[in-house]
């Protein structure tokens, strides 16, 4: 099993310029989730998605929209990227009140 | 909401010692507290958790307690060991509304274990 898998590794955008971070996990998990890190901050919710076809806003989803695809895809897009949105980015999935499991990360830096 | 407040932020220690990371959480119906431990370029992976239900849960050189009354929770390595070096980061699971289940992150805490 490939646990959780994201594409890309690395990206560098420039303002304004929009992209899709990808998300698949092989687990036949419900929740999956976004996650953004930066320095000093922790791990910081943008979207989860309870179970297929659902998808709620976290703590941080301003300049973020996600499709759940289907039980196993969950992506995360960026409309217009601004600098303040150059993090890495964690997909993650699991079951409530359980372990999650982390993707191995999007390094993203935008210009 | 659910609020974890972790420290300290960083950690120093000789090899060989014993090292002890604290999280206090706000929300007294959180159920759910596990940790994890992300080494440098690498995705953040469980390393022990613990349930409401009880008061200490050991693996090996890892250890966690749980205090409910007080709400707050700890993790104590020991015999430290230099591949112990890496950013842990305490969690709690949110009871209430449409994110329940969803885990609230502490900050982290940056361990070096010297040889």
């Known amino acids: 099993n490939a646990g959780v898998t994201q594409t890309p590794k690395f990206q560098v955008l420039k303002t304004g310029q929009s992209m899709t971070l990808q998300c698949a996990q092989d687990?036949?998990?419900?929740?999956m989730y976004w996650y953004r890190q930066d320095p000093g901050m922790g791990l910081r919710l943008i979207y989860y998605?309870?179970?297929?076809?659902?998808?709620d806003k976290g703590e941080v989803p301003n300049g973020y929209n996600v499709s759940r695809l289907n039980k196993r895809e969950f992506s995360l897009r960026l409309e217009s990227a601004a600098p303040s949105q150059t993090s890495v980015y964690f997909c993650?999935?699991?079951?409530?009140?359980?372990?999650?499991?982390f993707g191995p990360g999007t390094r993203l830096t935008v210009l | 909401g659910e609020n974890v407040e972790q420290h300290p932020s960083t950690l120093s220690v000789q090899e060989g010692d014993s090292a002890v990371i604290k999280c206090t959480y706000s929300?007294?119906?959180?159920?759910?507290f596990p940790w994890y431990k992300q080494e440098l370029g690498k995705r953040p992976q469980l390393i022990i958790d613990i349930r409401s239900n009880v008061g200490e849960k050991k693996d090996q050189r890892i250890a966690v307690t749980l205090n409910k009354t007080a709400k707050h929770f700890s993790l104590h390595i020991t015999e430290t060991q230099p591949e112990d070096s890496a950013v842990y980061f305490c969690a709690a699971s949110i009871w209430y509304g449409g994110s329940q289940g969803n885990l609230i992150f502490g900050k982290g805490t940056k361990l070096s274990v010297k040889p």
């Open positions: 929300d007294s119906a959180s159920n759910y």
């Open positions: 998605s309870a179970s297929e076809g659902t998808t």
């Open positions: 687990m036949n998990h419900n929740s």
């Open positions: 993650a999935s699991g079951r409530a009140y359980n372990e999650q499991f």
